[in-house]
């Protein structure tokens, strides 16, 4: 079995290499992607790749998101929506965690809640709130907080809708951030079940007549029997994740599964991939990934000081 540090840096290698697997096949329809024996970082010959400017091993706002987060939290040593706010701005404006400090795939969404930040509105408020607005952009990035916390399931789901707010402020892509990070910290405490568990601690934690257990049970309908379908809804993207982790009993299959959903490749993979790396720990993830990834000295410093916290703790 693997160690609680191997299962946390699996965690985090595992968000960024199915984020980077999933990088060349985005956009493209399930018919189109190839064969999984095929999926790899670099696609088969022929393959009308998506970002085609962009190396091979590169993760993407996914990952840059999400590394934003966990510096966010080792620096403040708690959740600050403003200090993440400023981060991700600097990802948009100037590139920072991103590999080679290049921005190539922006969110709508995130777009205008960063543009709102910039102009002086709060973190907190920055994140569009319509219906229309639940696009997977702070599911993504919202599994560090997993591995960072220590306080009781309630804290965690809380900090998990309020960094949502900054980009993405309905109640249903907070849900889905919350009962995420539920998922992920049963994963890590090795539950025989822990999407089961997430749920139940989900509806423990927000009993029926609360707004968030309305939104669990009229549109995540957790215990749903159809499959998830790939897209960018944050709702589909995360029964997707759970959907492809479940049904593959390796971080490769996993992965690969996920990819060839085709539409919205790299965070269906990126989400699914933080939850099987946390479960089969990182040396579980195939090698050739794990050293072809690329910007590996920007996530190293982070994950050591975040297996020393946790190690502390």
């Not at 970002?51 to 706002?61: E, I, L, R």
């Not at 840059?64 to 991700?88: I, K, M, N, T, V």
């Not at 560090?144 to 980009?167: F, I, N, Y």
């Not at 549109?219 to 593959?248: F, K, M, N, Q």
Request: proline share 6%; with cysteine.
């Amino acid at each position: 079995m693997p160690t609680r540090e191997e299962r946390i840096a699996g965690g985090v290698y595992g968000l960024l290499i199915g984020d980077a697997l999933g990088v060349p096949y985005e956009f493209h329809p399930p018919a189109q992607i190839p064969p999984r024996a095929q999926i790899e970082f670099e696609p088969p010959a022929g393959f009308h790749r998506a970002h085609a400017g962009v190396p091979p091993g590169t993760w993407s706002d996914d990952g840059a998101h999400a590394l934003c987060l966990l510096a966010s939290l080792l620096y403040r040593g708690q959740l600050d929506p403003e200090d993440l706010g400023r981060r991700l701005w600097n990802w948009y404006e100037l590139g920072y965690l991103a590999v080679d400090y290049e921005v190539f795939d922006v969110g709508i969404q995130t777009r205008s809640a960063l543009n709102t930040f910039r102009a002086g509105t709060s973190a907190l408020l920055s994140g569009p709130k319509g219906e229309g607005d639940n696009g997977n952009g702070s599911l993504m990035r919202v599994l560090p907080l997993a591995l960072w916390h220590t306080g009781s399931d309630e804290a965690l789901a809380s900090d998990a809708m309020r960094q949502s707010l900054v980009t993405h402020g309905h109640l249903r892509s907070q849900v889905c951030c919350a009962l995420y990070c539920l998922w992920a910290r049963r994963t890590l405490q090795g539950a025989a079940d822990p999407w089961a568990e997430a749920v139940a601690t989900f509806r423990r934690l927000y009993p029926e007549g609360r707004e968030a257990s309305a939104e669990l049970e009229l549109h995540l309908r957790p215990d749903r029997p159809e499959p998830g379908r790939g897209t960018g809804y944050v709702v589909d993207c995360l029964i997707s994740a759970r959907d492809c982790v479940r049904a593959e009993a390796t971080y490769e299959g996993g992965v690969k599964a996920a990819v060839a959903l085709g539409e919205d490749t790299d965070t269906t993979a990126a989400v699914a991939g933080g939850i099987a790396g946390l479960r089969d720990g990182v040396e579980a993830i195939p090698q050739r990934w794990r050293a072809a990834l690329r910007g590996k000295e920007l996530v190293e410093p982070m994950l050591q000081e975040l297996i020393r916290r946790v190690q502390d703790t």
